[in-house]
């Protein structure tokens, strides 16, 4: 630790409070970082909703701080934080503020504290305790002094023991504090040992951390973070002059993640070749010079009540000498209270022995002998305590596991780990928290037992037996109840399995609550999948079941991303997305049960899924997802390396290739090709072999290959006779590997494909090419050495009317065998055919429109048939349904065509499993009703015939369908840009294949209501608190119109209705017993050739639990114009008097609005018709159960806009408009504040209209008063310039100029939204418990506290795509429904599913 006398000696340092005023002029938008640093676990979203000025967020996170931790809050700990974040400048301004203040305090006192401070994690090296090695310290600081002048890298190795790290600290102490090096920027020391990769990524986030770079952009791997952290330090230059110390490198790999850094130093007990490129390698000597060998002992002797003269005793000299001067044999000689010449001899003859065993490291003297004598000066209790050290991994161990361990209070723990420091036999260490480091040496000696007729193995499993004993009475069976100390929660199971401790292991698998202790803890799931990895393979060769510890490692494993890293709660983690009625569900359900009854939890889970959900959906497993990259490609899932490879292109910046296991995402490969594009990544089926392709502007892919297992590129040979002129790269438009023999790979130009084969480190020609006159459109691999070869007579991306009238309409499919290079079979398909449902005829040349070959591939590699897709569509209206797809199959030796499937649908992507014995298509459909509705239809080949069929309707809006090699499972990728990877499985068994007799030839839509049905309309509520859903359905054939109404906890009371055919829109509403249908229609007649027109809207209420329905009629009278469309806007339901409302627009050229209030005496209230001047747009701002406020725009050269207030209409009020404020938005910005009065009935709001400016302070606060104008000025955007302001008592919404709500607030409390979200996605501006809203991009449900607005809960379940929620008057339950509002599902909290389930 810092000495905290100079601090503590000022008189403003007790009250840290003195200087937030200081830290937050000076901080800026740094305020974030320093919180992070401080205290990472303070909401400063929230803070950072409140305030708008840096300054204020500062000084709110800064006194949020000292309220929370009060004493501990303290002025070294605030200088420490801006000195990791990078803020020396405000550390220095605090120095010499505090220093005017306090003339007692010296210069070099307050430099040397400084110095402390930016020497981060730098272990300290107490003069009790260390003795200076001043020829080592004298090369290392010499090395330091020219990598601060110039850049460099330093490597200290040495074998185990020599002393490096206590070198190289005293080194960095010298050089920095005496040596002026480093001063700007100062050290940053990382402890790496011998760790894994995923903990290296969180000591490096850390590192980025301290460093000051932005907390959301810190990548969420590896290989990511090691490229974002290259790029930040050439961007920032000032901070690459700080020194990086990499202290304890097991791992040669791991040199790689640090080159990150321009000046640095490694310790490492290994030297590789590689070292001595890229560092100045300084071996540590294995021995201390004399002198220093003697200040060792002399600390050892001062330690003791009656020390003596060394220099008086020739036998000390022949024990330092003895032990050849070791580092680790001269501590532990100086901790052995050698008193008299007779001790030194003795130990000179234990020096001398040959009595050791084989398993110590082989030395001139007998380091066993010494370490033992040291232990054996112990009392009896404290040398088995010492040996039981020997269970702990090689890490720091905390106190607290070590006090179990010991079954000792913590001041008896402490009183025997000091005594075992005095004799060297330990490391004290207080940084971080208090904890011991062993030597390697030690560790090595305490694994094995004392009694060689004991074996290794049966002594460490005693071991592991008793520290897990030890844990179980401290917890008393309740695991999840110790207190995290860095060590119990990350390794209890690799100890219970080392103790074979089966009851236990099982136990602590099936015990949620230490599971979810355990995910708080180490805020990850990572480590708890290792543990699920590890059980299994200790219960497997055990031949014991695995299957629940396998179905819970895959929810970890594909479901990760949707744990919600701020709550971390796995119990709720687990009711997301658990499979409904699964094992894991019903225990999370009971917890979750338990817990809400016994503190008011509140956790959800999905009563009712969506009718499309079926058992082949596997949990979704995100790849990845950052922007900008190319659908990934797999190896072969049976060979031993099932890898995953894919391109990421950070916005042209960093462009990489990765390859990364499937089963753990560990990176296995990475190259990086900064400022390039890289379009297509292939990979080997045995993984190790990757490709990829590079653009270049109107030319052939310029493809690289490389090794990857070995990091190495793979150059290509032209010549084999001249190996010596090797290139880098091919050019070729597609690049395969064949797929029965890895080494093979085919390239193809317009005109030519060529065989290459892997060769070592090279891609050799094998000499064997196949040559087209035609342009070669597609080329594949078939078995036995043949390969498939598409051409045609002209270039295959030319329109049909761009060819010309010599145009032959002809496809060439040719087999080749590679050996002989000769052709084999050749057959011809069009390259067209015409447009007819049912003709498969060819397409010539005088025909305007067909279906243009889109797709081949051939299925049945020892007898092949030929798949060839056909699709048209028009290119100005693809929405309008013009696409038709055929699937077609020809045998390449009768030329015979067979029609097999005919769709409506246009064509996104289609994949052919290895095996050839599955066909996806994925297929998309519009229609003038819905949403499009994309279907993946997947086809069984059996004996090369289709016999099957599949129908998926995915949660995802897939773009790429792609099979995973050599498996039946098919990946999805979810979005064009960032293609989020979910996982179908298609060997489940209870999929619903059908037979391909009953798949109509003609048209398939593929939807899951009867194929004759579209859904035109959909609504749901909570009409007598059941959840109800009801759809406006359309009948294709018989052109009917039903109301279909699904009620239910399971929307399984289904109940159809008919309608009026006019019928275009649905809605039902909680509290109202009706559902109303409302269709449009104009009547037009002659008269006195004149012709004359009636706008009418229909209106149908029917009485959903008794199936009546009531119809009326409503002439829309004082139009303007003839009406050509009707619009409703918004609707609601006005529970005090059971009547519904309607906003509508009436369009023509101009909109009007229309305003229609119907009771549930189903009576047509009032109808109302604003005749003012007619606007181009009209759009709701707020309204309630009295009051419309509006937005019109007309849009001219001065682009008009108007803000309406209506009163609407109750009892025998008429509806009214009452004001107008016009504005011109070009001219100025425009502030909108409306005031709504608590008691709407009694009272009117009130609305303000200003202009505004953000930039102009004092105006805006005079015009707004300071309250108004900071939440103007703090919740907007420069680019905006109309806001709306909406106040009710203490609640107060806030809205851009897109009607979007930016802001949610309570009282004090503030919260930004940060999505899109409108008005009419939340129940009301006033919720009743909670304020809930969804993200619709994300899928993702927020639950707040509706006063303190502190986020409660992120919810998201894999099954379920919700683009908008419905919730009961409670919000107990919601019924979300997908994009396309076809798919419903019901979620509910536990309280209110235990009415059900109880």
Request: proline content about 2%; some cysteine; glycine content about 4%.
């Amino acid at each position: 630790m810092v000495d905290n006398q100079y601090v503590s000696s000022l008189g403003l340092a007790q009250d840290p409070k003195s200087l937030f005023h200081i830290i937050a002029m000076h901080l800026g938008a740094d305020w974030t970082k320093l919180a992070v640093v401080l205290d990472y676990t303070i909401r400063i979203d929230i803070i950072d909703a409140d305030y708008k000025m840096e300054y204020d967020k500062a000084i709110a996170f800064l006194k949020h701080w000292h309220s929370k931790h009060l004493d501990h809050a303290t002025v070294y700990k605030m200088i420490q934080a801006l000195t990791d974040i990078g803020r020396t400048d405000i550390v220095t301004t605090i120095e010499t503020r505090l220093a005017d203040l306090q003339d007692s305090v010296p210069y070099n006192q307050s430099k040397s504290t400084i110095s402390e401070i930016m020497l981060r994690n730098v272990p300290r090296t107490p003069e009790n305790q260390y003795i200076l090695r001043k020829e080592m310290i004298d090369i290392i600081c010499h090395r330091l002094n020219c990598i601060n002048e110039e850049n460099g890298h330093i490597l200290i190795h040495g074998n185990a023991g020599s002393g490096k790290t206590i070198a190289a600290s005293q080194s960095v102490r010298r050089a920095m504090s005496l040596e002026g090096c480093f001063q700007q920027q100062g050290v940053y020391w990382l402890t790496i040992g011998e760790i894994d990769e995923t903990t290296l990524y969180h000591k490096l986030k850390h590192l980025c951390i301290q460093t000051g770079m932005p907390l959301n952009e810190i990548p969420d791997n590896l290989h990511c973070l090691q490229a974002y952290m290259i790029h930040y330090f050439e961007v920032n230059v000032e901070k690459s002059e700080a020194l990086f110390v990499f202290d304890d490198i097991w791992n040669e790999s791991y040199y790689n993640y640090f080159t990150f850094a321009k000046k640095s130093m490694a310790i490492s007990r290994y030297l590789y070749p590689e070292n001595n490129i890229t560092h100045c390698c300084i071996l540590m000597k294995d021995y201390l010079e004399y002198d220093e060998a003697v200040q060792v002992i002399a600390k050892g002797q001062n330690r003791m009540e009656n020390s003596q003269n060394l220099d008086d005793l020739q036998s000390i000299t022949e024990v330092i000498e003895g032990c050849c001067r070791f580092p680790l044999a001269i501590g532990l000689i100086s901790g052995l209270q050698l008193s008299s010449s007779q001790d030194w001899n003795n130990i000179k003859t234990l020096l001398e022995s040959q009595d050791r065993p084989d398993r110590m490291p082989v030395h001139k003297f007998n380091l066993f002998a010494i370490i033992t004598q040291s232990i054996q000066q112990l009392e009896t209790n404290e040398q088995n305590c010492f040996y039981w050290l020997g269970v702990f991994k090689r890490v720091s161990i905390p106190i607290g596991s070590i006090a179990a361990l010991w079954n000792y209070n913590k001041q008896d723990t402490f009183k025997l780990i000091f005594k075992l420091r005095d004799k060297s036999l330990l490391k004290y260490v207080e940084n971080g928290g208090s904890h011991i480091i062993l030597h390697d040496l030690m560790v090595d000696y305490l694994q094995y037992p004392m009694d060689e007729n004991k074996l290794r193995k049966v002594y460490q499993q005693e071991l592991h037996q008793r520290l897990v004993k030890s844990y179980k009475m401290r917890c008393q069976g309740q695991w999840h109840s110790i207190s995290d100390d860095g060590y119990y929660y990350k390794y209890l199971i690799h100890h219970v399995i080392k103790a074979g401790d089966d009851d236990i292991l099982q136990y602590l698998l099936s015990d949620f609550n230490w599971m979810a202790a355990k995910v708080k803890v180490l805020r990850t799931l990572q480590d708890l999948r290792l543990d699920l990895h590890d059980c299994i393979q200790y219960f497997s060769s055990k031949q014991q079941a695995v299957n629940r510890m396998e179905d819970l490692l895959g929810l970890l494993t594909y479901c990760e991303p949707l744990l919600d890293t701020e709550n971390l709660d796995l119990i709720q983690f687990f009711l997301n997305c658990g499979l409904k009625d699964s094992w894991i569900t019903e225990r999370a359900i009971d917890l979750a049960y338990g817990k809400a009854n016994k503190d008011d939890s509140v956790y959800w889970m999905v009563k009712t899924y969506p009718k499309t959900f079926q058992h082949s959906w596997m949990e979704s497993k995100l790849i990845n997802n950052y922007l900008h990259k190319s659908p990934s490609c797999c190896s072969d899932n049976c060979n031993g390396n099932f890898r995953i490879a894919e391109i990421r292109n950070y916005n042209n910046e960093e462009c990489c290739v990765l390859v990364s296991d499937f089963q753990t995402s560990k990176i296995l490969f990475k190259i990086s090709r900064p400022a390039t594009l890289l379009t297509q990544v292939k990979i080997s089926n045995n993984g190790k072999i990757v490709a990829f392709a590079i653009y270049c502007y109107g030319t052939m892919l310029k493809w690289e290959v490389h090794d990857v297992d070995t990091n190495q590129q793979l150059l290509f040979i032209q010549d084999t006779s001249q190996r010596d002129k090797s290139v880098a790269n091919i050019r070729s438009w597609s690049f395969n590997f064949n797929t029965t023999e890895d080494t093979m790979i085919m390239t193809s130009t317009n005109h030519q494909i060529t065989i290459w084969k892997v060769d070592e480190d090279y891609i050799v020609n094998m000499e064997k090419s196949v040559s087209s006159l035609k342009f070669i459109r597609q080329c594949l691999f078939l078995k036995h050495d043949k390969v498939l070869l598409l051409s045609s007579d002209y270039d295959w991306n030319r329109s049909q009317q761009s060819i010309g009238r010599d145009w032959t309409n002809k496809c060439y499919i040719e087999v080749w065998h590679l050996e002989s290079c000769q052709r084999q079979s050749l057959c011809q398909v069009p390259q067209w055919i015409c447009h007819g449902q049912d003709d498969t005829g060819t397409l010539n040349k005088d025909h305007v429109l067909g279906f243009k070959l889109n797709y081949i591939q051939c299925i049945g590699q020892d007898h092949p048939m030929l798949l060839l897709i056909y699709e048209m569509f028009e290119d100005s209206m693809p929405e309008k349904g013009h696409t038709r797809l055929i699937l077609k199959f020809m045998n390449p030796r009768n030329n015979s065509v067979q029609l097999l499937y005919h769709s409506s649908k246009r064509m996104i992507s289609a994949a052919i499993s290895d095996d050839h014995h599955l066909i996806a298509m994925g297929l998309i459909a519009f229609n003038c009703y819905t949403i499009p509705e994309r279907t993946i239809v997947i086809f069984k080949v059996i004996s090369n015939r289709i016999e099957k069929y599949l129908n998926i309707n995915p949660l995802q809006d897939f773009f790429c369908l792609r099979f995973i090699s050599n498996s039946q499972q098919l990946f999805i990728y979810d979005n064009y840009q960032t293609y989020d990877t979910h996982q179908y499985n298609l060997r489940a068994e209870n999929l619903a294949w059908e037979s391909i007799k009953d798949l109509s030839v003609k048209d398939y839509t593929g939807h899951h209501f009867a194929k004759d049905e579209y859904v035109i309309d959909s609504c749901c509520a909570f009409p007598n608190d059941i959840p109800t859903i009801v759809q406006l359905i359309l009948n294709k054939n018989s052109k009917r119109k039903i109301l279909r109404v699904k009620q239910g906890e399971t929307l399984d009371d289904i109940t159809d209705i008919s309608i009026s055919q006019k019928s275009q829109q649905c809605f039902i509403y909680n509290g109202f017993k009706y559902a109303i249908a409302v269709g449009f229609s104009k009547i037009l007649w002659l008269n006195c050739k004149k012709l004359y027109a009636r706008n009418v809207m229909s209106i149908e209420l029917i009485e959903v639990s008794r199936s009546k329905k009531f119809q009326m009629e409503l002439e829309l009278t004082d139009l303007k114009y003839n009406a050509d469309k009707l619009d409703i806007m918004q609707s609601r339901c006005r529970k005090f008097d059971k009547t519904v409302i309607f906003f509508m627009t009436v369009a023509h050229v101009s909109k009007q609005l229309a305003i229609i209030l119907i009771n549930e005496d189903r009576q047509i209230k009032t109808m109302y018709i604003d005749n003012d001047i007619l606007y181009n747009i009209i759009e709701i701002v707020y309204c309630d159960d009295y009051n419309l406020v509006t937005r019109q725009r007309h849009k001219n050269e001065h682009d008009e806009y108007a803000i309406k207030w209506y009163k609407l209409a109750k009892e025998d009020i008429p509806t009214k408009l009452l004001k107008i404020y016009t504005y011109n938005s070009i001219h100025h910005g425009i502030a909108c504040k409306i005031v709504v009065p608590i008691m709407e009935e009694q009272h009117n709001l009130s609305v303000i209209l200003l202009p505004w400016n953000m930039r102009y302070w004092d105006s805006m606060v005079k015009s707004w008063g300071e309250r108004d104008a900071k939440i103007f000025v703090n919740y907007s955007i420069e680019d905006d310039n109309q806001y709306f302001l909406i106040e009710k008592g203490e609640e107060i919404l806030m809205l851009n100029e897109y009607l979007q709500i930016v802001m949610k607030g309570y009282r004090e409390n503030k919260r930004r939204l940060h999505f899109k979200i409108y008005l009419t996605d939340i129940l009301e501006i006033r919720p009743i418990q909670i304020f809930t809203i969804l993200d619709r991009n994300k899928h993702i449900i927020y639950c707040h506290n509706n006063k303190t607005l502190v986020l409660n809960q992120a919810i998201q379940f894999p099954h379920l795509q919700s683009y908008k929620i419905t919730g009961n008057d409670q919000q107990t339950c919601f019924i979300c429904c997908d994009k396309g509002c076809q798919n419903y599902s019901v979620i509910q909290t536990i309280h209110a599913y235990d009415k059900f389930r109880y």
